[in-house]
């Protein structure tokens, strides 16, 4: 994929997550700002591109703090990443990780990840017990251990503030995958304890997102790619 002016990107995913194992695949997020003069004609430029091996997604910068300031998690933790984890990382791109509370917002964040993480659970529920293929084990306690992930994340997130990528224990995420991959139903009460958790929780987070600040920066971004048609 070749896209000009990426502002930011990264690794994130399970290798960020420190839930890597032999033969996982390596997922790239980032923004970047489309030319500033193609928002002017009848069609405006393409918001995201993405790629599979290796994967890799792109989202236009007004497209990614949209996502952002609706509490969508795999875009917010592009800004909560650690600094070895990004490949490119200019100054629009760090004024963006200067300004990443300021996207957030208490029902967002609950509704996004826990949303996130009851659809996981939906996945696994309707997958069901029985016999299955090997893959499909695999895939089920992937999900199992992204639902924990989810919760996890997104309340330590609704509860501080602050964001940590890396999970700790990774074992013991992959050891709740494979007791989720035999029953379904274990999953169940980890979700209904972070249910009650964020109920019983005053959050750190606002009420609603500052939109501002990132208004602001958005603004910076066009005027740094506009380029004056010639004569």
């Known amino acids: 994929m070749t896209v000009k ?33 193609d928002f002017h004609g009848l069609h405006g430029p393409k918001e995201t591109h993405v790629t599979t091996k290796p994967d890799n997604t792109l989202h236009e910068a007004a497209k990614w703090c949209r996502l952002a300031l609706g509490g969508n998690p795999t875009v917010t933790e592009l800004v909560w990443l650690p600094d070895e984890l990004y490949e490119v990382r200019t100054p629009l791109g760090d004024e963006l990780i200067g300004i990443r509370t300021t996207l ?17 659970f939906k996945r696994l529920y309707d997958r069901g017990g029985g016999p299955s293929s090997a893959d499909t084990r695999r895939r089920t306690a992937k999900h199992a251990r992204h639902l924990r992930r989810l919760c996890h994340q997104g309340f330590e997130l609704y509860a501080t503030g602050a964001l940590t990528i890396r999970v700790e224990d990774p074992d013991d995420y992959h050891r709740f995958g494979e ?6 139903m ?18 750190a987070l606002p009420d609603q997102a500052d939109e501002a600040p990132a208004e602001a920066w958005l603004r ?4 740094e790619y506009f380029t004056r048609p010639g004569p």
Request: hydrophobic share 45%; net charge neutral.
């Open 220 to 223: 910076r971004v066009r005027a």
């Open 186 to 203: 274990v999953a169940l009460p980890l979700l209904q304890r972070y249910e009650a958790a964020f109920d019983e929780t005053r959050s």
């Open 5 to 37: 002016n990426v502002l930011l990107s990264g690794i994130v995913g399970s290798t960020a997550y420190g839930l890597a194992r032999e033969g996982s695949d390596v997922d790239r997020l980032g923004m970047f700002a489309a030319p500033t003069e």
């Open 104 to 120: 957030l917002s208490a029902k967002r964040v609950r509704d996004a990840y826990l949303g996130y993480a009851t659809q996981q």
């Open 179 to 184: 007791q989720v991959a035999a029953d379904a």
